[in-house]
T-cell receptor, first 110, second 115 residues
Framework: RKEVEQDPGPFNVPEGATVAFNCTYS??????FFWYRQDCRKEPKLLMS???SGNEDGRFTAQLNRASQYISLLIRDSKLSDSATYLC???????????FGSGTRLQVQP | DGGITQSPKYLFRKEGQNVTLSCEQN?????MYWYRQDPGQGLRLIYY???????QKGDIAEGYSVSREKKESFPLTVTSAQKNPTAFYLC??????????????FGPGTRLTVL
């Protein structure tokens, strides 16, 4: 079983749609959680950290469920510029480096 | 201009050659990391360093070597022992937080192709 699992997609949605991505992680001792965005052939860029109480940044909402070891990302009012691969990322459990999911690809269509 | 730089952007290597990928940061970050990404896959950790003159193996260290002689520099050498070195190599850095909530920032990457 992979340490961090994501649905690879692609998710094809029209502009203005709401889309949700899910992610599960296997190590219950994991401490920090993030969503990164990666554009084609570019480096990953931090989208947002994920906190236990849930957090929102504009059109983006992240949720964490430690009991189920589940992380989610909700994007409201999708824009064409949201088209990218979204990486679920987990750190901690005795190591400072990050463990990445394989990513979920989003394609927002006009 | 603060950030992480990697060079070269593209690198071609013949089989049997060692090559060194550069990574420099001027963010005064304590920790630096090397990851490898293959098409359609997530990033996998090669090596990381939390302090000068110290580094740790990641999940796929075989065939790679690193050094951390200066805080701002963390070069990666891909040796001829690495069986399948063609990949996208990403360097990252972070400031170490007491609660482990380090946020990593990435350089633009180096695409290595073995001919």
């Amino acid at each position: 079983r992979k340490e961090v699992e994501q649905d690879p997609g692609p998710f094809n949605v029209p502009e203005g749609a709401t889309v949700a991505f899910n992610c599960t992680y296997s190590n219950s001792a994991s401490q920090s959680f993030f969503w990164y965005r990666q554009d084609c052939r570019k480096e990953p860029k931090l989208l947002m950290s994920v906190y236990s109480s849930g957090n929102e940044d504009g059109r983006f909402t992240a949720q964490l469920n430690r009991a189920s070891q589940y992380i989610s990302l909700l994007i409201r009012d999708s824009k064409l510029s949201d088209s990218a691969t979204y990486l679920c990322v987990v750190s901690g459990a005795g190591r400072r480096a990050l463990t990445f999911g394989s990513g979920t690809r989003l394609q927002v269509q006009p | 201009d603060g950030g992480i730089t990697q060079s070269p952007k593209y690198l071609f290597r013949k089989e049997g050659q060692n090559v060194t990928l550069s990574c420099e940061q001027n963010l005064n970050h304590d920790a630096m990391y090397w990851y490898r990404q293959d098409p359609g896959q997530g990033l996998r950790l090669i090596y990381y360093s939390q302090i000068v003159n110290d580094f740790q193996k990641g999940d796929i260290a075989e065939g790679y070597s690193v050094s951390r002689e200066k805080k701002e520099s963390f070069p990666l050498t891909v040796t001829s022992a690495q069986k399948n070195p063609t990949a996208f190599y990403l360097c990252a850095s972070s400031r170490l937080q007491r609660d482990g909530s380090d946020t990593q920032y990435f350089g633009p990457g180096t695409r290595l192709t073995v001919l």
